[in-house]
């Protein structure tokens, strides 16, 4: 029986363009690569020449030079979730709404990891030899995060309560959007494009999915308004940023095997699981989202009133009809 073996690049800052990302097996071949964003997505909606500005908004690379060095194995396997996820995103709602959890999470982790290990592979660069150190914090949640991504190529499992938090909606998008955020940081990603959208923070225990389940109930299969989409992704943003618990694991593993089992986050200490929400606070962050409609923090929000919503109303707290919206889309 092969012993499982398992690649952790947070544990000595291994990053560097001979080791696969992934496994951590040297690269001799320079073409041994996976772009961060795949190749259809690129061709598609014409990002392959635009610039990608990194976490230290002074470098921009193109999207097409953003590259993961990875193995045959690596590479393959990546390939044909792509195929599958080209192919569910192309027809539209129905087919995303029937692919596994686990599918999206690893084509979107793919994304978000990819953009993480470029922007420290730029601070890398910067510092001298041996000064260049991630946080404890985060070389923890880094690290789990890689040790997920994995499972596309190794027997890890999960158990019955997932890691993550994904949420899809039918969405007013035409099939010319690929609307898309990423933070990579939180590990949150984002997107609407061809009727649905997909709202996800990839590392929360379900936490997040938890907090907004009855508003996810009210919108049901209604086909939002790109604003309240927008409003949607700004909720499950700033509703991690107010978790106040670190997400648990107990990972189980043999020679061959390995479960990544996600505890229940519960309330000790008297803390709730999430800090108290600022209306303030929300406006600012909704604001971001409502830029293509010109709706400003003023407008969002005036003292005493609670912040507009365009999903719930603020009086009964019933669903706002999509078609009751008069916003441009």
């Known amino acids: 029986m092969e012993t499982l073996k398992l690649f952790a690049p947070f544990e000595n800052a291994n990053f560097d363009d001979n080791t696969c990302f992934l496994t951590g097996e040297d690269i001799s071949d320079s073409n041994n690569n996976l772009t961060v964003f795949p190749k259809w997505v690129m061709e598609k909606y014409g990002y392959k020449e635009q610039s990608f500005k990194m976490m230290d908004n002074v470098t921009s690379i193109k999207y097409k030079d953003l590259k993961l060095p990875c193995s ?14 080209e192919n569910a995103f192309t027809n539209g709602y129905s087919d995303v709404n029937s692919l596994s959890e686990q599918q999206l999470f690893l084509w979107m982790g793919r994304m978000v990891y990819g953009v993480l290990y470029h922007d420290l592979l730029l601070e ?30 190794s027997p890890i499992s999960f158990g019955k309560l997932k890691p993550w938090s994904i949420a899809i909606v039918k969405l007013k ?36 999915l938890n907090e907004h389940k009855t508003l996810l109930k009210k919108i049901g299969d209604s086909e939002l308004h790109p604003v309240q989409f927008e409003e949607l992704c700004a909720r499950f943003i700033y509703s991690k940023y107010l978790l106040q618990y670190k997400p648990q694991y107990k990972v189980e593993h043999n020679e061959s095997t390995m479960l990544i089992e996600s505890l229940p986050i519960t309330v000790t200490d008297n803390r709730p699981i999430f800090a108290k929400w600022d209306d303030n606070m ?21 003292f005493p009133n609670a912040p507009i919503s365009y999903l719930e109303n603020e009086r009964t707290y019933d669903f706002v009809e999509p078609e009751s919206i008069s916003l441009p889309f």
């Open 173 to 208: 998008y035409s099939k010319d959007i690929f609307n898309y955020r990423d933070d990579t940081i939180n590990l949150m990603f984002t997107l609407g494009m061809n009727g649905f959208g997909i709202v996800a923070s990839l590392q929360d225990n379900g936490a997040v």
């Open 282 to 302: 929300f406006a600012q962050v909704l604001a971001e989202y409502w830029k293509p409609w010109g709706l400003t923090k003023k407008e969002i929000i005036q």
């Open 72 to 85: 045959q194995t690596v590479k393959t396997a990546f390939n044909e979730l792509d195929a599958a996820i």
């Open 124 to 153: 890398k660069k910067k510092k001298a030899e041996g000064e260049f150190s991630v946080s404890l914090r985060l070389k923890e949640r880094f690290g789990l995060f890689h040790l997920m991504l994995q499972s596309i190529i």
